[in-house]
């Protein structure tokens, strides 16, 4: 199981995980909630996972699937959340996502954004897969499910604020409305420099080959989607702790979002 935000290489006997910055009271695509748009389970500036709301036209699962592929695709020498390229790497359309620093602790990003774009924010994610070296594992996908599952089980606290005001609905991570897991999905990683064999987290994965195509793939996570912020600096701050994994993260986006429409 992988973690995007600490990319810890917990290694468990059966398979590998990397929890990155997301269960008894598991949400998924299909049974979480309706809840109300208020502020009871969001800050004005959040849309929350309502279902059958899609936002920007998929569920917040689907998004948290994108994020992940998003993330993984990157090469080591080119890694927004290693520090290595900017937060506009393979950005576009209406929606972009945040990355957070590779290593976890404290840190600040910095990054600009065009007007009229929506940020999906993962707060924390796991994700669990059959890479291994030097050969993979055979877990099926309901399998990979509980093993993201089990790691949940250790969080003890996520929080996300947005230009100071808290978003509510957090304060427990093994059963908050934002919590989701995804469908059993696939990611391709980067062609050259991939973040899996080349990441010094990632202790044993030195053989899986550059473009190598991923299969099955499970995450959770309690994400955010932040509504278009106006134009202006903006600050969103997101935290985790999982004391039994040695958890501590703690990140501050100073964002700037110009005038400058995306490109469509």
């Given at each position: 199981?992988?973690?995007?935000?600490?990319?810890?290489?917990?290694?468990?006997?059966?398979?590998?995980?990397?929890?990155a910055?997301?269960?008894?009271?598991?949400?998924?695509?299909?049974?979480?909630?309706?809840l109300?748009?208020?502020?009871?389970?969001?800050?004005?500036?959040?849309?929350?996972?309502?279902?059958?709301?899609?936002?920007?036209?998929?569920t917040?699962?689907?998004?948290?699937?994108k994020?992940w592929?998003?993330?993984?695709?990157?090469?080591?020498?080119?890694?927004?959340?290693?520090?290595?390229?900017?937060?506009?790497?393979?950005?576009?359309?209406?929606?972009?996502?945040?990355?957070?620093?590779?290593?976890?602790g404290?840190?600040?990003?910095?990054?600009?954004?065009?007007?009229?774009?929506?940020?999906?924010?993962?707060?924390?994610?796991?994700?669990?897969?059959?890479?291994?070296c030097?050969?993979?594992?055979?877990?099926?996908?309901?399998?990979?499910?509980?093993?993201?599952?089990?790691?949940?089980?250790?969080?003890?606290?996520?929080?996300?604020?947005?230009?100071?005001?808290?978003?509510?609905?957090?304060?427990?991570?093994?059963?908050?409305?934002?919590l989701?897991?995804?469908?059993?999905?696939?990611?391709?990683?980067?062609?050259?420099?991939?973040?899996?064999?080349?990441?010094?987290?990632?202790?044993?994965?030195?053989?899986?080959?550059?473009?190598?195509?991923?299969?099955?793939?499970?995450?959770?996570?309690?994400?955010?989607?932040?509504?278009?912020?106006?134009?202006?600096?903006h600050?969103?701050?997101?935290?985790?702790?999982?004391?039994?994994?040695?958890?501590?993260?703690?990140?501050?986006?100073?964002?700037?979002?110009?005038?400058?429409?995306?490109?469509?």
């Amino acid at each position: 199981m992988k973690n995007r935000s600490i990319l810890l290489n917990h290694i468990l006997p059966t398979s590998r995980w990397l929890p990155a910055l997301a269960v008894c009271a598991l949400l998924t695509a299909t049974n979480a909630p309706v809840l109300a748009d208020d502020d009871s389970v969001s800050a004005p500036s959040v849309i929350p996972p309502v279902l059958p709301t899609r936002p920007y036209g998929h569920t917040y699962a689907e998004w948290l699937t994108k994020w992940w592929q998003w993330s993984l695709a990157f090469p080591v020498s080119a890694d927004p959340e290693y520090g290595t390229a900017d937060i506009s790497a393979g950005q576009s359309g209406d929606v972009w996502f945040l990355p957070a620093p590779l290593g976890g602790g404290t840190g600040t990003r910095t990054g600009t954004v065009p007007a009229g774009t929506a940020l999906f924010v993962p707060v924390l994610t796991f994700e669990a897969d059959n890479t291994g070296c030097p050969t993979y594992t055979t877990f099926t996908a309901a399998e990979l499910a509980g093993l993201v599952q089990g790691g949940w089980s250790a969080v003890t606290t996520t929080s996300c604020t947005i230009d100071g005001v808290a978003v509510a609905g957090m304060d427990n991570p093994t059963d908050s409305v934002y919590l989701v897991q995804t469908q059993p999905f696939s990611y391709t990683v980067a062609a050259y420099d991939n973040v899996l064999a080349n990441y010094p987290g990632f202790v044993g994965e030195s053989c899986i080959p550059d473009g190598t195509t991923v299969n099955p793939t499970v995450a959770e996570g309690i994400c955010v989607m932040i509504r278009p912020m106006s134009v202006g600096t903006h600050t969103i701050h997101i935290g985790a702790a999982a004391p039994a994994y040695g958890l501590s993260y703690d990140v501050t986006f100073d964002i700037t979002v110009t005038p400058h429409k995306k490109d469509k």
